[in-house]
């Protein structure tokens, strides 16, 4: 008797009921195939397909540009059409798209199936959160919360996976890896049949309002004329280094600047995940509310600086004094991540108006997009100058915490001016 009341005292913590748990188990599936996928992706180009390394980050960097566009596109979609629906055609998608690189070994069509394939992978981010936005309302941040735990989960089941296939190193392998990601996407599709279509709070809010004969109905606000809004991404696009820190920078600052060992880098890695996945729902509380959400930002900027202060230490010493600074930096690094993402999700959504919540969220999308592009070419170009470039980055990743803070002021003091009067009529 225990288990079951156990079970239902769980199911009530997540938001969202039936529909919102399910989302969760899609989003799981998710980045099991893509923690597959993502970390063959190179291999399976180079082995399979036989480019040269120029190629394949060519092939890269060009899908990667050209998917920036599904983020605000997803959006778009999501306030004129059902978003589970929307959500299934860019899984489908996926799906295709990654099935037609199997078909050929030109150079051309690799590079225009890839690219059609990164449309939908980048505008299934946005939809995911538009969905969670609706089916979890006041509690979108906790649910959030969750969700990032349930896909970091999915990365390392995946990676292990990938792991396990790529010991084996034949073509075959990295050709089933690829399959079993597209089946991931079917899969994923038919599970979002079964989720029903949450109610947008603009359509709500008409059902419930008035109506005015021969008024015609409001134009939905456009997120490309809210310039505050526009500098808001815009400083996340920068605020969102700390992923490619991890990523990209913090490995390649080991081998190249620090008496490090090599091997440090896949343990910092992992270390991040498991604080992710420990410590990303407790947090959540604190930004709970949209004024709790701005407040972390002046943290998150303390831990900037104290990270990118750390790596530049890590260059200075022998390997015990870089080993403990790497360490110190991870550990910052990894918090910024998890009260970026709170901050991130509460204000996105704080900002946006009901009638254009999709569009608005699709353009916070281009923000990691346009990090993932640029993100690589500005952070090795700060391995190369050095360790004060890391101090030099941490003060304007600091910087832009403050700028940050004053424009969600600034924004939200607009939004509030802007809420049109409640009448008696209303309720």
């Known amino acids: 008797m225990k288990r079951p009341a156990r079970w239902t005292e769980w199911k009530k913590r997540i938001p969202g009921g039936l529909d919102g748990r399910r989302m969760l188990v899609i989003s799981f599936i998710d980045k099991c195939g893509t923690g597959l996928w993502n970390t063959s992706i190179a291999l399976y180009f180079t082995y399979v397909s036989g480019l040269g390394v120029a190629q394949v980050g060519l092939l890269i960097g060009l899908s990667g540009a050209a998917g920036m566009a599904g983020a605000p596109l997803a959006g778009r979609l999501a306030d004129r059409f059902p978003v589970t629906r929307v959500l299934i055609g860019?899984?489908?998608?996926?799906?295709?798209?990654?099935?037609?690189?199997?078909?050929?070994d030109h150079y051309g069509l690799l590079i225009l199936y890839a690219a059609i394939g990164a449309l939908p992978d980048r505008g299934t981010?946005?939809?995911?959160?538009?969905?969670?936005?609706?089916?979890?309302?006041?509690?979108?941040?906790?649910?959030?919360?969750?969700?990032?735990?349930?896909?970091?989960?999915?990365?390392?089941?995946?990676?292990?996976?990938?792991?396990?296939?790529?010991?084996?190193?034949?073509?075959?392998a990295y050709q089933l890896l690829l399959i079993g990601n597209a089946l991931s996407y079917v899969v994923m599709a038919?599970?979002?049949?079964?989720?029903?279509?949450?109610?947008?709070p603009a359509a709500s809010r008409v059902a419930a309002g008035p109506?005015?004969?021969?008024?015609?109905?409001?134009?939905?606000?456009?997120?490309?004329?809210?310039?505050?809004?526009?500098?808001?991404?815009?400083?996340?696009?920068?605020?969102?280094?700390?992923?490619?820190?991890?990523?990209?920078?913090l490995p390649l600052w080991i081998v190249h600047a620090t008496a490090a060992p090599a091997g440090l880098a896949p343990l910092l890695l992992v270390m991040n995940s498991v604080l992710v996945v420990l410590f990303q729902v407790p947090l959540a509380r604190f930004g709970g509310s949209t004024a709790a959400a701005r407040r972390l930002l002046l943290p998150l900027a303390v831990l900037f600086a104290v990270g990118t202060a750390a790596l530049a230490v890590s260059a200075l010493g022998g390997r015990a004094v870089a080993v403990s600074?790497?360490?110190?930096?991870?550990?910052?690094?990894?918090?910024?991540?998890?009260?970026?993402?709170?901050?991130?999700w509460e204000l996105s959504v704080a900002l946006a108006p009901d009638d254009a919540q999709g569009a608005y969220l699709g353009v916070h999308g281009l923000?990691?997009?346009?990090?993932?592009?640029?993100?690589?070419?500005?952070?090795?170009?700060?391995?190369?100058?050095?360790?004060?470039?890391?101090?030099?980055?941490?003060?304007?990743?600091?910087?832009?915490?403050?700028?940050?803070?004053?424009?969600?002021?600034?924004?939200?003091?607009?939004?509030?001016?802007?809420?049109?009067?409640?009448?008696?009529?209303?309720?």
Not at 222 to 237: N, Q, Y
Request: aromatic share 6%; hydrophobic share 50%.
């Open 325 to 344: 600074a790497l360490v110190l930096a991870a550990l910052a690094l990894t918090f910024v991540e998890i009260l970026h993402a709170i901050a991130s």
């Open 90 to 104: 860019a899984q489908l998608l996926r799906a295709v798209a990654l099935l037609a690189l199997l078909t050929t």
């Open 211 to 249: 109506t005015t004969p021969g008024v015609p109905p409001t134009r939905p606000t456009s997120p490309w004329r809210d310039r505050t809004f526009l500098l808001f991404t815009g400083s996340e696009a920068v605020l969102c280094l700390d992923d490619t820190i991890l990523q990209v920078a």
């Open 125 to 172: 981010n946005v939809l995911t959160k538009v969905y969670a936005t609706r089916v979890a309302g006041p509690q979108r941040v906790r649910y959030q919360a969750i969700n990032r735990t349930v896909g970091n989960l999915g990365w390392v089941f995946g990676g292990l996976g990938a792991a396990a296939a790529l010991a084996v190193a034949t073509s075959t």
């Open 190 to 200: 038919a599970l979002t049949l079964r989720c029903g279509e949450p109610q947008s």
């Open 367 to 427: 923000a990691v997009a346009t990090q993932r592009f640029g993100g690589p070419l500005l952070l090795t170009g700060v391995i190369a100058t050095g360790p004060l470039a890391w101090l030099v980055l941490g003060a304007g990743l600091a910087a832009m915490c403050g700028g940050q803070h004053r424009v969600v002021a600034r924004g939200l003091e607009k939004k509030s001016l802007s809420v049109p009067t409640v009448t008696v009529s209303e309720h």
